[in-house]
C-alpha cells in the first residue's frame, strides 16, 4: 500500500502536517489526504484510508477496555 510512503511524505513536510491536523472532519481529512497523494503521485484510495481508520479505532478500543 503507497499509504506508508505518503505518510512518511508528509511526516517530512510541517505544512502538510498542519493542513491534515486542521480538517475539521474526517471527510474533510480524507479528502486532503486523496488530494495531495494525488497531486505526489501515492496511490492511496479512500477504501485504504477507511480500512486504517477502522484499524485504528480497534486498536484504541482494545487498549482502553484493558486499562
Request: glycine share 10%.
Amino acid at each position: 500500500m503507497d499509504f506508508d510512503r505518503f505518510l512518511e511524505f508528509v511526516m517530512g513536510d510541517a505544512g502538510l502536517i498542519g493542513r491534515l491536523a486542521g480538517c475539521a472532519t474526517e471527510e474533510e481529512l480524507f479528502a486532503e489526504v486523496l488530494s495531495i497523494g494525488c497531486r505526489q503521485g501515492f496511490g492511496v484510495e479512500a477504501s485504504d484510508l477507511a480500512e486504517i481508520v477502522r484499524a485504528n479505532r480497534r486498536a484504541w478500543l482494545e487498549r482502553w477496555t484493558r486499562q
